[in-house]
């Protein structure tokens, strides 16, 4: 099956929620879904590597990208 698919797909219904939300964490999760389904093109195959590097990019994601945005979009 095309597992890669799947997270894209997911990331990028993710990051179109976001668009409501306004929560940036639909955001955060959905850009590392991309992100994810992005190495998994590239060649890891090992679900359980694939959801570690997941959850690592999603904690970098929401320290990160959410202070960058509530710094330079909410004043």
């Known amino acids: 099956m095309l597992s890669w698919l799947i997270w894209i797909v997911i990331g990028l219904i993710l990051i179109f929620i ?3 939300a306004h929560k940036f964490i639909f955001l955060s999760i959905g ?3 991309v992100i ?3 190495i998994n093109i590239l060649g890891i195959k090992n679900l359980i590597v ?3 590097i997941f959850l ?7 320290l990160f990208l959410r ?3 509530t710094k330079y979009l909410i004043h």
């Open 50 to 52: 694939l959801l570690i």
């Open 36 to 38: 994810t389904g992005i």
């Open 56 to 62: 690592i990019i999603v904690c970098l994601n929401i």
């Open 18 to 20: 976001e668009i409501f």
């Open 31 to 33: 850009i590392s879904a």
């Open 67 to 69: 202070k960058l945005i």
